[in-house]
């Protein structure tokens, strides 16, 4: 079974410029989640889809974060501008209930924002 | 709001010996409690969930216990390995929604 795919894996960009991150979860899966985590913290919740409607996005600064979830299957993650803060790793996870509530996570996508 | 603490960043341990790991949460009352495991430049993976109704779950070396009353939990490795050796995270979570993770504890076990 494949896993979650994530790219690009590293990205550098500079401040106030944009920058979009994809996922392909695991096929199947309904649920799909947006993590940002940042050196010694633990994973925040960003954006959760059910199918290709969000169930919360609380957490996420929409002035500047979108997310969408075109078809119910793969996903993208913008950012822009981009600020210093933003450097982290970017985390996408899905789940069904199939699965029971665990959840499959990609490698991630090292941003550094200069 | 929900806060989830994990004690300690870090946590040495001697090869052999049981590490234990503990995760408290406030303002809210999780139906099930799920554990991962995070090596360096990798994703967090999935070790054991445990639902509110039981005391104590184990699977090989690991035991996690969970207390509604105290809101706590608490992770066990027997045996400890070098191998053992990352970043652990807990998820209290009141249901299939909203999967939100602790601080987590990063674990060294020094052969």
């Known amino acids: 079974e494949a896993g979650v795919a994530q790219s690009p894996r590293y990205k550098i960009i500079e401040k106030r410029q944009s920058v979009a991150f994809w996922c392909n979860p695991i096929?199947?899966?309904?649920?799909l989640y947006w993590y940002q985590q940042i050196l010694g913290q633990g994973p925040k919740l960003l954006i959760q889809?059910?199918?290709?409607?969000?169930?919360?996005d609380s957490q996420l600064p929409k002035d500047r974060f979108s997310a969408e979830r075109l078809k119910g299957v793969d996903s993208t993650l913008k950012i822009q501008p981009a600020k210093l803060e933003d450097s982290a790793v970017y985390l996408c996870?899905?789940?069904?209930?199939?699965?029971?509530?665990?959840?499959?996570f990609g490698q991630g996508t090292r941003l550094t924002v200069v | 709001s929900q806060k989830i603490e994990q004690n300690s960043e870090a946590l040495n341990i001697q090869e052999g010996k049981t590490a234990t790991l503990t995760c408290n949460y406030t303002?809210?009352?999780?139906?099930?409690l799920q554990w991962y495991r995070q090596d360096p430049g990798r994703g967090p993976v999935f070790l054991l969930l445990?639902?509110?109704?039981?005391k104590e779950k184990r699977k090989e070396r690991l035991k996690v216990t969970f207390d509604t009353t105290l809101k706590q939990s608490l992770f066990h490795i027997t045996a400890s390995q070098p191998a053992d050796s990352a970043t652990y995270l807990c998820?209290?979570?009141?249901?299939?929604?909203?999967?939100?993770f602790g601080t987590g504890t990063r674990l060294t076990v020094i052969p």
């Open positions: 303002n809210y009352s999780p139906a099930y």
């Open positions: 998820a209290p979570n009141r249901g299939a929604n909203n999967l939100f």
């Open positions: 889809f059910q199918n290709n409607g969000v169930v919360d």
């Open positions: 445990i639902r509110e109704n039981e």
């Open positions: 096929s199947g899966h309904a649920t």
């Open positions: 996870a899905s789940s069904s209930k199939g699965t029971g509530l665990q959840a499959f």
